[in-house]
């Protein structure tokens, strides 16, 4: 399984942004796609998932301002990231869960204030 993710660069506090990630191979129809951040100098953590059946959480620090949803035709998660904040700063990593655990290379998102 390989995992192609897109969508990162600079916004400015307020903006938005939205994340895409692709995955490839061979793909259980049940899984869990999500997305991860690191910001420098700290552990990585889960900002949002959503499993095969549409049920989401998020982490509280962006209840409210992201949405994660995915399109299972295509394999394909998003990540639309809205009232941004610096310290959504981090690269971002998607993450495919079934049997096995696969992550993405991670894309950088950079909020300027």
């Known amino acids: 399984v390989q995992l192609q993710a897109s969508g990162g660069g600079l916004v400015q506090a307020g903006g938005s942004l939205r994340l895409s990630c692709a995955a490839s191979?061979?793909?259980?129809?049940?899984?869990?796609m999500a997305w991860y951040r690191q910001a420098p100098g700290e552990e990585r953590e889960l900002v949002a998932r959503?499993?095969?059946?549409?049920?989401?959480n998020y982490a509280d620090s962006v209840k409210g301002r992201f949405t994660i949803s995915r399109d299972n035709a295509r394999n394909t998660v998003y990540l639309q990231m809205s009232t941004l904040k610096p310290e959504d700063t981090a690269v971002y990593y998607c993450?495919?869960?079934?049997?096995?655990?696969?992550w993405g290379k991670g894309t950088l998102v950079t909020v300027s204030s």
């Open positions: 191979g061979s793909i259980f129809s049940i899984n869990i």
């Open positions: 959503i499993f095969s059946s549409g049920y989401s």
């Open positions: 993450n495919l869960k079934n049997v096995h655990d696969y």
